[in-house]
Each structure stands twice: as structure tokens, then as C-alpha cells.
């Protein structure tokens, strides 16, 4: 029970040479493409790994609120996540000196001219802004490294009180969560279009966050099965991580048709401009692919029971949804910012390379506790076949 | 006339335990009836269902055959243009989802009706009346076709595993 993930040196050879592609492909990208391109490339990567922590995190705090049995073996995994929260905030930093390049509103002269700029002004400003991501950053680190910190007590003393404790701390976390994370997401992305707002916008994002937060932790617990750690990982616990990713793709789906929908019927030329260049110009195909991938894919393939339980097909669905939750975010960066719809080896080797620092920073925090939570108190329910 | 020997059980878990009991002796277990929905009983009695093969068929045709709909209706038959947003668009979703769920549940339903034999008004075939109460009755099909042994066996199992009564059914169950 105390056995601790080994991570070997071919695996850190690995994500050392995806994060040195990433850098090279970072460094290219400033030099090959637009400065703007460049910088909005590093913030979908940015926002993508962070989205899919915070997701896990959720997740995780979901787990102890609902008092949930069947995952108790696989808590560790999220909390391992947390550890690139501290990476995500320092990588944020850096997209200060991009900040002229993507916000409209960041323009002294810009918000001058603008009376719509101008109303926003005393929220849409530079210092507020970096307060709000300072505040919110360690809001996040201190309330999920505390629940760490009570779960990996736990495994020394044991007791109900960290069960309990862990509990209220998720339920603040949650509150927490909804509300910082979905300004995190105003800030960062629904401000590329200053002009332009969207009251589903951040349920979606929040919705994309923990759909990828899910099917991370589920593939990280299929692979850790292949490596011979996690051999309670039945077909049973299988089935309920696809549950969660199949019913997570549905809700993502209906938070985008609501988007789309309402948007649609209200006919305000003011928020109808935001779907022209999504749907109508360059972009048609990636527009379609995002709900292919995200929804219409997910939705047929997890369907059938039997890829339902199968490790090897969910974890195919898993590489295909990374895929899809990218589109998504390059659907909602790209064209804000009047860019060409062209994928060059720059964004492939940036995601490569942001995968491998998640990758790397996930693995040497999973390597330093133990694997499983082995005096939570649903742990037996957790091992038992059938719950 | 086919008979049946019944078990009648008055907990959940004991009769989980007897059913796993009688199937590792050889006794198959034919079918049992609960008041209540019992989880785990789908793997334990091997039960097995091509329904939902057929619900997928149904949404699936009844999300084509609405789209064929709309589409007819609003770009073939009388397309009207409001603010310039093209005739075949995504906003056909909603009622496409909604017909989906619509016709393949009414026609999930009148599957499960048809391959039941079941129609309104019927009378309800029950080995044991008791079993829409608080009795769970496990039912061990063909018992006519037992020697005296047999059938014995299998009564002192159902007696070992905490049956409270054990008896002999007449009633058509189908099973």
C-alpha cells in the first residue's frame, strides 16, 4: 500500500526532450510568425494544462464532497496535479510581457478612443488584472496543497477527523473554484474580444475543464495499470470513468448549443460577429471539428459498454479528446485575434512540449507519495468489484 | 404442466449470497423476483438484453428522419432568410434531439412491450404474490423433470442458504 510510483529515467529522457522541442518550438514561433500569433499560441497552451489541473482538482474535491466510494484508490492523481499549478502560475507570469499583443483593451490609447473600453475600464485595467491573477493563483495553491497536505496526514494517523476536514476544505475549494476560475476565464480569454461577452461562456470553459480534467485521470490510471501499480483498476472503475467522460461530453455539448443557440435566435449583430469568422470563413473546419470531436465522438464511441470497459479503447478516446479540447481552445483564441487558420509544426511542438513539463511535473509529485490514500476511509468500498 | 421449485428469501444480501451458493453446486437459478431493483443481479444471473441495439437504431432513424424534416420544411419548401444566416444550420439541433429521445424511447417502449407480450390490462403471471411486498423469491425451473434426488438437493440447499419456505409452483412463468 505504500509503494510509491518509480519513474524511470527513460520516461524523464522522454518529457525532457518533449519540453526542449517545446522551448525550440516556442522560440521559432517568436521568430517565424507574428509576435501576436506567438503569444496566443503560449496562452492556449497555458490555459489548456492549467484548465486540465483545475479540472482534475475539481474533480477530486467533488469526490470528497458527494463522500463518493469507487474512486477513494485514485485520489492521488489529481493531488499530484496540483503541483503543476505552481508551474501554471509562474508560465502565466511570463505572459505579461505579451499582454500589448493580446488585449485590445491593455492600450492606453485604445480604451481612450473606446467609450465601450472605457465602461469595462475599471475592471479591464493592468494592475486589477495581475492583482486578480496573484489572488486567484494562490487561492488555488494554498486550498488544494492543504487538502494534499490533510490526505497524506491521513496516511500517517489515520482517524475520520482528515476525512472530515478534507471535506470542508473541498467545499470551499468548489466555491472558490466556480467563482475565481470562471473570472480566471473572463481575464484571460472572453477578454481577447473585449467587446464581445457571453454569460455561458465561462460554464463552458468550466465545463471543458473538467471534462479533460476527468479523462486525464483517467488515462493516468490506465497507464499506471499498465506499469503494474494500480492493479485494483477493474472494468467497473473503467466503466464509471467513462461514464463521467461520456456524460461530461454531453454536457459540454449543451453548454455549447446554449452558447450557439441563444446567440443565434437573439439576432444582436454585437454578439452574432463573434460566430461569422468561427463558422462562416477560414475556420469553417475547425468549427465542425470541435463539436465532432467533443461531443459527436465521444458520445458514439462510449456508448457501447464493452469500449465503455475496455482500458485500450478509453484511452484512445482519451488522445482523441486532448485533440478536441485544443480545437476548442484555438476556436475561442485564434479568431479573436484575427489570425490565419494554420497549424504549423510551432503549435504541434509548443503542445508537445507544454505536455511533457505537465507530464514531467505530474509524475515526480505522483513519485514522491505514496500511490494510494491507504487509511481513507472508503478505501474498501474502493477495492471491492462491485459498488 | 411444468412446475417450479421456489425460494423464498426474506433479505437482499442473503439471497445474493444463496444465489452465488446455488449456481457454484450446479443449480441454475432461473429467474428471481424482487420488489425492488437489485444491483448485481444482472451479472450474477448471466442476463443479457439486445435493447438498447435497438434504441440506438431508432434514435438514430428518428434524428435522420426529423433532419429530413426540417430541412424539407425550411430550405426545400418555404426557406425564409432572417438576417442573412444561411437555411441548414445548427439551430436544427434542438428539435432534432428532442425527436431523437422521443421516438426512441416511444419505440424502445413498444418493443419491450411487444417482446414481453405485454399489453394493457393483462394479468400479472407472479410465482408467489408476496414478491411485490417484502419477499424475494429465487425461482429453479423444471422441477418435473428432477428424480426425487434432485429435487431434494436442491430443497436442502434452498433450506441451507436461509430460505425461509420453500414450495412447489404450477404457475407458467416462461422461464
Known amino acids: ?387 | 404442466m411444468k412446475t417450479s421449485i421456489l425460494g423464498i428469501y426474506e433479505d437482499e444480501d442473503v439471497l445474493m449470497h444463496a444465489i452465488d451458493k446455488l449456481q457454484a453446486s450446479n443449480i441454475k437459478v432461473a429467474d428471481v423476483y424482487s420488489p425492488f431493483p437489485l444491483h448485481g443481479i444482472w451479472s450474477r444471473l448471466k442476463l443479457n438484453t439486445k435493447l438498447p441495439y435497438a434504441t440506438f437504431i431508432y434514435g438514430a432513424v428518428g434524428a435522420v428522419v426529423i433532419f429530413i424534416m426540417l430541412y424539407w420544411m425550411s430550405v426545400v419548401s418555404y426557406p425564409l432568410k432572417f438576417g442573412g444566416k444561411p437555411l441548414n444550420t445548427l439551430s436544427f439541433i434542438i428539435i432534432m434531439f428532442v425527436g431523437t429521445i422521443f421516438i426512441g424511447t416511444l419505440f424502445t417502449f413498444l418493443t419491450y412491450l411487444f417482446r414481453e407480450k405485454m399489453y394493457p390490462g393483462k394479468q400479472v403471471v407472479l410465482p408467489d404474490p408476496r414478491s411485490v411486498e417484502d419477499k424475494f423469491v429465487i425461482v429453479i425451473a423444471n422441477a418435473d423433470e428432477m428424480n426425487e434426488q434432485e429435487s431434494k438437493h436442491v430443497m436442502k440447499m434452498l433450506k441451507e442458504t436461509g430460505a425461509t419456505e420453500i414450495k412447489e409452483s404450477t404457475v407458467n412463468l416462461h422461464v
Not at chain 1, 38 to 58: D, H, I, P, R, T
Not at chain 1, 137 to 155: A, V
Open chain 1, 1 to 387: 500500500m505504500d509503494k510509491k510510483v518509480q519513474l524511470s529515467g527513460k520516461f524523464k529522457m522522454i518529457m525532457y526532450i518533449m519540453i526542449a522541442l517545446g522551448v525550440i518550438s516556442v522560440i521559432a514561433g517568436f521568430y517565424t510568425e507574428n509576435e501576436t500569433r506567438a503569444w496566443a499560441n503560449l496562452l492556449l497552451n497555458n490555459y489548456y494544462f492549467l484548465s486540465v489541473a483545475m479540472g482534475a482538482l475539481f474533480w477530486m474535491a467533488l469526490q470528497a464532497v458527494t463522500q463518493s466510494g469507487w474512486s477513494a484508490a485514485y485520489l492521488r492523481i489529481p493531488q499530484a496535479m496540483s503541483n503543476y499549478l505552481i508551474v501554471s502560475f509562474v508560465l502565466f507570469a511570463f505572459m505579461f510581457f505579451g499582454l500589448h499583443d493580446l488585449y485590445h483593451w491593455s492600450h492606453a490609447d485604445a480604451v481612450a478612443a473606446d467609450p465601450l473600453l472605457q465602461h469595462k475600464e475599471p475592471y479591464l485595467n493592468i494592475p486589477f488584472f495581475a492583482l486578480r491573477y496573484i489572488l486567484f493563483f494562490g487561492l488555488w495553491i494554498f486550498l488544494t496543497f492543504r487538502i494534499k497536505k490533510l490526505s497524506l496526514n491521513e496516511d500517517k494517523l489515520g482517524g475520520l477527523t482528515f476525512f472530515n476536514k478534507i471535506e470542508f476544505n473541498s467545499k470551499v475549494f468548489i466555491f472558490v473554484f466556480a467563482f475565481s476560475f470562471s473570472l480566471f476565464s473572463i481575464d484571460w480569454l472572453m477578454s481577447l474580444d473585449a467587446h464581445w461577452y457571453s454569460t455561458i461562456y465561462v460554464v463552458k470553459k468550466f465545463i471543458m475543464a473538467f471534462f479533460h480534467g476527468v479523462t486525464v485521470i483517467a488515462a493516468i490510471a490506465i497507464i499506471l495499470r499498465k506499469m503494474g501499480y494500480l492493479p485494483m483498476l477493474s472494468k467497473e472503475h473503467i466503466a464509471n470513468f467513462s461514464r463521467y467522460i461520456f456524460a461530461l461530453s454531453i454536457i459540454w455539448a449543451y453548454m455549447w448549443l446554449s452558447q450557439y443557440l441563444l446567440i443565434w435566435y437573439a439576432n444582436i449583430p454585437e454578439e452574432t460577429i463573434y460566430y461569422v469568422p468561427r463558422e462562416m470563413g477560414e475556420y469553417k473546419t475547425m468549427f465542425y471539428t470541435e463539436l465532432l470531436v467533443n461531443w459527436a465522438f465521444p458520445f458514439l464511441f462510449l456508448m457501447w459498454n464493452r469500449v465503455a470497459k475496455n482500458e485500450n479503447l478509453v484511452l484512445f478516446a482519451v488522445l482523441v479528446l486532448a485533440v478536441g479540447q485544443w480545437v476548442e481552445l484555438y476556436m475561442s483564441i485564434m479568431p479573436s485575434l484575427d489570425l490565419k487558420n494554420a497549424i504549423s509544426f510551432v503549435e504541434v511542438g509548443t503542445f508537445i512540449g507544454f505536455a511533457g513539463l505537465f507530464g514531467l511535473v505530474t509524475g515526480l509529485s505522483l513519485s514522491k507519495m505514496p500511490l494510494i490514500a491507504k487509511n481513507h476511509p472508503y478505501l474498501i468500498e474502493s477495492l471491492a468489484e462491485e459498488h
